[in-house]
């Protein structure tokens, strides 16, 4: 049976810039381009902002440095790590409290948070830089006249409504509106991972001890495979999430994994209890742009002339990158843009885009190229490169890595494999 559904939905509101998503990479599009002083609406699909990074339960900052106790990435990334300490638990090191170490160390600049007092703190940012901000709101397709986008269609309470826009930006992590609006993507693949907080007598215990609350959780998992995907069970199904039929099965798996091991512990059951869940799926890859460039492994250590940052290996001491525009826009694209999690990467180099830093200085550069946009008249695709670096360096962002820090071995080797062996996919 087929149903045929028409409404004609008149426009609410004109903005200059709509951004869809309020994960963190979306936060710092929409915080950038109002504080250039642009009118932006900010679509959120939870009651929190922050993404994986808070609802997801991802609340790491993970290494902004390169192992040696050079810092690479700064911008908003760095003011969020900062400010996420202020007013829950940290786990800054040491060397890293006040900045960066004057000596050599090998610790690394990481910071794990309070997810929900972040996603707060994200909130404040959003309010107090003038960013109209809309909860348990989805963006469900954009409204393009030729290949341009004049606004969003939403799904809420208020049922469907439609906001004009100037520029798009999709920091959805899916890639949702970029892909409704037939842009080309890659699919990823994601393992079987799921994680909780749970709390115990013994974690109380710790935390009052030390009187620190972030030796009160500890983690149980569903699926425990990492993200190279070892030990990933032959039988079990990599999740494009994509679908409601993958999310849910992810979902009830996973579910039912950790009921099990509840089960098991029941003789327990007064000493422990799960202190929350995920209330998204803990996908990290599930589809990116086919942007004019893609970082990938291969790019360890080159300098360009278009980069918007430089980043670092979270996982590996020394590996160097610069993103290029090219990451967050396409040139058939000619008012839409991306970040984070969706930002074009291949193999490992997804990876390495998709974490909470590289998500927000993407994010940053985004905001500051859509207002370019607007102000030069020109397509994002167009906009100046050097006025665009500028920007972001004015915002502390680095665009270029100091040769300084390149090591004398160039080589690249990820989880034990050269880049040549990763370059097209999986591990």
């Known amino acids: 049976m087929t149903y045929n559904f028409t409404k004609k939905l008149n426009v609410k509101k004109e903005y200059d810039v709509i951004v869809s998503g309020g994960g963190v990479a979306g936060c710092a599009a929409a915080y950038s381009v109002a504080k250039r002083g642009c009118s932006v609406l900010l679509l959120e699909k939870a009651n929190i902002l922050g ?30 790590l900062r400010d996420s300490a202020k007013y829950g638990y940290d786990t800054i090191a040491e060397p890293w409290k006040d900045g960066q170490p004057t000596e050599y160390t090998e610790v690394r600049h990481v910071q794990c948070y309070s997810p929900y007092i972040f996603a707060f703190q994200l909130t404040e940012e959003m309010v107090h830089a003038g960013v109209d901000l809309l909860f348990d709101c989805i963006g469900v397709e954009p409204v393009l006249e030729g290949d341009r986008c004049v606004g969003v269609i939403t799904e809420s309470k208020s049922g469907l409504e439609m906001y004009g826009c100037r520029e798009l930006i999709d920091t959805t992590g899916d890639a949702d509106l970029l892909r409704a609006a037939g842009a080309p993507v890659r699919r990823g693949e994601n393992f079987f991972t799921y994680c909780t907080k749970m ?28 993200l190279f995907g070892d030990g990933q069970p032959a039988d079990m199904p990599r999740w494009s999430g994509l679908t409601v039929e993958e999310v849910s099965d992810y979902l009830i798996r996973n579910q039912l994994i950790v009921l099990d091991k ?40 080159k300098h360009y002339d278009d980069s918007i940052c430089a980043i670092n290996d979270f996982e590996h001491r020394d590996h160097l990158f610069e993103v290029r525009y090219g990451t967050i826009c396409r040139g058939d694209l000619p008012n839409i843009l991306t970040a984070g999690r969706s930002a074009s990467g291949i193999g490992y180099g ?11 200085l993407t ?16 397509d994002v695709a167009r906009v100046p490169i050097r006025a665009l670096q500028s920007r972001l360096e004015d915002a502390n962002v680095m665009i270029h890595f100091p040769d300084e820090y390149i090591p004398e071995d160039r080589s690249v080797v990820i989880h034990g494999k050269r880049a040549a062996e990763i370059e097209g996919g999986h591990f």
């Open 350 to 360: 997804w990876d390495l885009l998709r974490v909470i830093p590289p998500a927000i």
């Open 51 to 80: 993404g994986l990074a808070t609802t997801g339960l991802i609340n790491l900052f993970v290494p902004m440095c390169n192992g040696r106790g050079k810092q690479i990435i700064f911008g908003l990334a760095e003011k969020w």
């Open 199 to 226: 709390i115990t007598l013994d974690g109380c215990k710790r935390a009052l001890d030390s009187g620190d609350m972030a030796k009160l959780y500890s983690g149980l998992s569903g699926g425990g495979i990492n």
């Open 262 to 301: 509840l089960k098991a512990s029941a003789d327990k059951r007064r000493e422990r209890d799960i202190a929350t869940v995920p209330m998204m799926p803990q996908f990290r890859t599930t589809a990116c742009i086919e942007g004019d460039a893609a970082l990938r492994v291969s790019d360890a250590y």
């Open 363 to 378: 994010g940053q550069a985004a905001g500051e190229a859509a207002v370019l946009a607007i102000e030069q008249k020109t």
